[in-house]
């Protein structure tokens, strides 16, 4: 395309206007196939007879609950309820990973709470749609016991990453070790609350399955000489709210090794944490102080040339199911 350039444009369009003039289908869509379309859309109903389940959040446990409000309910358009996001972010598991038995809770919990309807979120998480906002503190308590409801939705920890090197025959290196130190290293909710939103991405080779470009820290998997190594890139954005436009992340500089990782990410944020103003995010900071100062801090991070020492994985959380949150 970057060789072609214009031409390249002139090409598609002209093949594009010679698929209309020959099939002679229509190809955008009318008034009445989108309201047919629409028409399967419709808000859920609760059965008319089931119980609100009513709760009182535990004395000593209000902030707890008022961080989950912050982070993980969100706004709905019918003003009685509320989305409400599960984290599968905890340390134990990788990310987005559930097993039979908390799969089976999360639909019990949607059967109660979300007239039956769960969705499973891009960034590896399960969304109820449909909850009554008088039945937030009930619902608090029950994912709480099942630890679905770790207030880190769009910080730190809730991070994507692609199941990498361990599962994928396609990978050049792992995903979730990686993601297992960082999430083991960051599990003070104080600290993940100062440091605000951030999208941190993994993905275990170029195919880019945890979306490592759209990151504002990107980790990408590549392989050197057999061996396991790990690009970290900055400033990338998916186009949200938060990110804004969206954009490729760019290199900080030479791989990493495995062990250097969580050293990398330590340093960003150390960083971010010095030049940061008031309130400010992280890619808002990264974006006004510029790439340099980050890149020099990821570099210093670099332990030694010993490609050996360097390849070994940094120690994990080992993702014993018993390491859950409570
Ligand atoms: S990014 Fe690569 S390693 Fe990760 S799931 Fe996709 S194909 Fe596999």
């Not at 008034?31 to 109903?45: I, M, S, W």
């Not at 000489?225 to 954005?237: H, N, P, T």
């Amino acid at each position: 395309m970057k060789a072609l350039g214009q031409q390249y444009v002139d090409e598609v369009a002209a093949e594009y206007q010679e698929i209309l003039n020959q099939d002679g289908g229509q190809h955008t869509i009318s008034d009445a196939e989108l309201e047919r379309v629409r028409a399967n859309f419709v808000p859920a109903q609760r059965k008319a007879d089931a119980p609100i389940a009513v709760a009182a959040v535990p004395a000593g446990r209000e902030q707890d609950y008022a961080r989950w409000l912050q982070q993980n309910v969100a706004a709905h358009q019918n003003p009685a309820l509320r989305a409400v996001t599960l984290s599968y972010k905890r340390l134990g598991q990788a990310p987005g990973d559930a097993d039979a038995d908390q799969l089976d809770t999360a639909a019990d919990l949607a059967d109660k709470f979300s007239a039956g309807e769960l969705r499973v979120t891009h960034d590896q998480n399960l969304l109820l749609p449909w909850v009554r906002s008088e039945e937030l503190p009930a619902l608090w308590l029950e994912a709480s016991h099942a630890g679905l409801a770790r207030s880190n939705v769009r910080l730190l920890t809730d991070m994507i990453a692609c199941p990498g090197g361990d599962f994928c025959a396609l990978a050049n290196a792992r995903s979730i070790p990686i993601a297992a130190a960082i999430t083991e290293r960051y599990q003070d909710m104080d600290e993940l609350h100062d440091l605000g939103e951030i999208d941190l991405h993994i993905s275990g080779c170029i195919n880019s399955c945890g979306h490592h470009h759209s990151g504002h820290i990107g980790v990408l998997g590549v392989d050197k000489d057999g061996k396991e190594w790990y690009q970290v890139s900055l400033g990338g954005s998916d186009g949200s709210d938060l990110s804004g436009e969206a954009v490729a992340g760019k290199v900080v500089g030479p791989s990493f090794g495995a062990a250097e990782v969580p050293g990398v990410i330590e340093a960003l944020l150390d960083t971010f944490r010095q030049q940061r103003q008031g309130r400010e995010t992280f890619i808002d900071t990264l974006r006004r102080v510029g790439m340099d100062v980050f890149k020099a801090a990821a570099n210093s991070a670099r332990l030694s040339d010993k490609h050996e020492e360097l390849n070994v994985l940094p120690k994990s959380a080992g993702y014993a199911r018993d390491a859950q949150e409570a």
